[in-house]
């Protein structure tokens, strides 16, 4: 363990509940300062059991971690003093208004008395929500309560954020919204940010650095690119206008690389190598005198990546999880 | 200290205000106890009549029972939203501050001894309104007053362990029938040495809340009874030790941080 990192470092993390169930299993990560790292995986996949490890919330079985250079086992409350986090589900209270949450959020951060409401106000604002300031939280859309549970986090100023599934449920604008403000924490305000997400494009746009997680350990590594690079040459994926023509476009895509999962009723071929384009491709199967419905080229995603690396894709993933029974919680 | 105490006031505030702003929290603890003695009131007068009944008006006797009718509102209330704040996810936001597990606990039982109060102020005022006059006058009125807040400390810290063992306000509110029970075979409608039947009279003597309604009792009716005081007071005191004591174990288990 590199003990001088201010970032996040697991050596061997695992976590096992009740039943045997081992929600997280031997996870090694390093998060340098700064940095926005994304965790990506269906659900219950350990993405939130690894999340309320870090944050303290839940101690590991074994394995270590340090948040912010200390321990999150025997130096808890450093850890607490250093974080903020906006955990799965905006944990708010619906009776009280946005500006009462954080009277709250400041006061039990011992903020001085005279900055509170400062600091309040200029969150609120930070984040939109200052004329929505006292209206109570019942009445929020889920995109409100996702920033006034962002706004929460950032009472103390914290060094490290961690954001369990920030923007599940949100609508495009108000997920755009959440990704520009955290881009500007990360760039603006050097805050190392943790977040968990199963959306690719989350992933992505975001992050500086992705880890994929599958049944608790992490599969793949890297940035974006790095990854999207390991899966190597985009695929070109062919529908004949004649269904029957398939085992026909198949031999012709063959020539260019390794034929590849594709859509319904199509041939799809991983390029081998630089040599070969689209255009080559469009010319080959014109010579062969074969009708194209439909003809797509397809650059590499971070789901082709969790295909190559876990033989699933993340949505069929998701549906074959099942969320098992944990004390405390897990994801 | 200072910190602590910040704490603590910024979590009964919260406690305070998210249950005023629920009318469902606020009007039953009102209502029903009212409801309750007006009705036992009229339908069992003749008791009076009983040889050795401590006084000629029996809503006067049973005046007492609101004041430990409302603070067993308190603990369903106060625990369900507690359960409430564990399956939000509120609990561990507060987790993740440096709250100290006392402040919850504290915070938690501050905001419901001052609604404790409150429903007490109504009963007082309601007892005014129908002619019950206190034997220990406003000084007897405001020792009901503290003790109220005392019963419903303890009932509501009961209530709160409840929330931090199960997490679940439906377990919670499951209970509630059962703490009523102990409320029905106690002395709230008749003295203990009028009770007839062996057996009855035998649960309301063990029966911790018998004790509760005759401190209550007595100084509406009887005027300053050390014995009868001293018993509610250290009832009350062991239900809220013992509360407290089970609370701080279920949140040491709830609150797994590190």
Known sequence: MAPASKGIVAEGLVRDFKGGVRAVDGIDLAVAEGEIYGFLGPNGAGKSTTVLILTTLLPPTAGRATVAG??????????RKAIGAALQEAALDPMLTAREHMRLQTALHALPRELRRRRGDELLERVGLAAAADRKVRTYSGGMKRRLDLALALVHRPRILFLDEPTTGLDPQSRSAL?????????????TVFLTTQYLEEADVLCDRVGIIDQGRIVAEGTPAEL????????????????????????????????TRASPHGVAVRLAGDEF??????????????????????APSLDDVFLAKTGRTLEGAEQEQERPELVGEAG | MSRTRTQIGNLARRSVLRTLRQP???????????????????????????????????????????????????????????????????LNRLALTPMRGSALLLGHVAGVMVLGFVQSVFYVCYALVVGVRFQTGAAGAFVILVLASLIAAAFGMLGAFLALRTGSGESIQA???FLFVFLFISS???????????????????????????????????????QALGLAFAVAAAIGAASVGLAAWALAGRLART
Request: aromatic content about 8%; glycine content about 8%.
């Open chain 1, 70 to 79: 200390f321990d999150v086992v025997h130096e808890g409350p450093k850890v």
């Open chain 1, 179 to 191: 990704w520009q403000e955290v881009g500007r924490l990360a760039k603006e305000d050097g805050v």
């Open chain 1, 228 to 259: 999207k690079a390991t899966i190597g040459r985009p695929t070109v994926d062919v529908v004949p206008a004649d269904h029957e023509q398939r085992h026909r476009v198949a031999e012709v895509l063959s020539r260019f690389g390794e034929l």
């Open chain 1, 277 to 298: 384009g689209l255009a080559d491709v469009v010319r080959a199967l014109d010579a062969e005198e074969l009708h194209v419905e439909q003809l797509q080229l397809h």
């Open chain 2, 24 to 90: 469902s929290y606020v009007i039953p603890p009102l209502v029903f106890p009212t409801l309750l003695v007006t009705v036992n009131a009229a339908g069992l007068r003749p008791s009076t009549l009983l040889h050795g009944f401590p006084t000629h008006s029996f809503l006067a006797f049973a005046l007492a029972v609101p004041f430990v009718q409302g603070a067993l509102f308190s603990t369903m209330n106060a625990g369900t939203e507690l359960a409430r704040d564990i399956q939000s996810g509120f």
């Open chain 2, 175 to 177: 209970t509630f029938p």
């Open chain 2, 188 to 226: 709230m409608n008749t003295p203990r040495n009028l009770i007839a039947v062996h057996w009855f009279r035998l649960a309301a003597t063990v029966n911790p809340v018998s004790y509760l309604i005759e401190g209550v009792r007595s100084l509406i009716i009887s005027g300053w009874d050390g």
